[in-house]
């Protein structure tokens, strides 16, 4: 499904605004820190007014309306005392960002120079948000909780300071540049998890057969099926030797 014309060119102006059109020009140096988070930030609400926001003994990414806005990168678990203290009082939404494409460009520290950028072999997907989920899962069934799946093409920029003859090893990563808007998928209810279950998943079914249905690891297949169970899209049925079965629970 093809993002409308008003999102991409929203994307586009905060990107602008943040990475600025002569980005290259001006040197690896210029770029701020978390750019990811900063871009989102403003194509979510152009009004920087409404930026930082004290709420409640803490600061909202976005707090507009009587509602908040927080956009997390990694470690959700990091958010679990404001959620604590945001759910009961206000809708919040959880804004992730998935790199679907990446190219890496590595920057020499000492001169600045940037090597010839190479598209990375690793692909993101949707999936990626469960193992986080996990995390703050005490919170999922809250209906002030939402989230909001931003899947982007990026650069990432590495420093080469790391360990090895190429030095990329355990390297510090500098900086992400989204480049594309590529899709956004909302969690608004309970219901829009059934999303995550792939339409040609065969029941009863493993997490074996869910990684292969939905096209990814296992590793990441398991936290998966546990929080689809966990929120009721799916239930345990049985066992076929060691592996549970699943079925989908009819809403």
Known sequence: MSLPK???VAFEAARNKIIGVDRQRLGIGTLSEKSVHAILKHYMEPDEDRHEVPVENFVADIYSDGAIIEIQTKQFYR????LKTFLP???V?????????????WIDPETGELAERRKSPLKGNLYTIFPELYRIK???????????????DMEEYKLLNGYGKDKKKRADK???IPTE?????????????????PYDLEEPFTVKNFAKAAHISVALAQP????????GMIEKVGKKGNAHLYRTVEL
Request: aromatic share 14%.
């Open 6 to 8: 008003e999102k991409k």
């Open 79 to 82: 958010m679990r005392d404001k």
């Open 89 to 91: 009082l206000y809708p």
């Open 93 to 105: 939404t959880v804004v992730y960002p998935i790199p679907r494409e990446k190219w890496l460009v």
């Open 138 to 152: 005490m919170f999922l069934k809250d209906p002030n909780l939402k989230f909001r799946l931003v899947l982007m």
């Open 174 to 176: 500098f900086d992400r």
């Open 181 to 197: 808007l590529v899709e956004e998928v909302e969690i608004n209810c309970i219901q829009d998890y059934m999303q995550f279950v």
């Open 224 to 231: 998966a099926v546990h929080i689809l169970a966990y929120v």
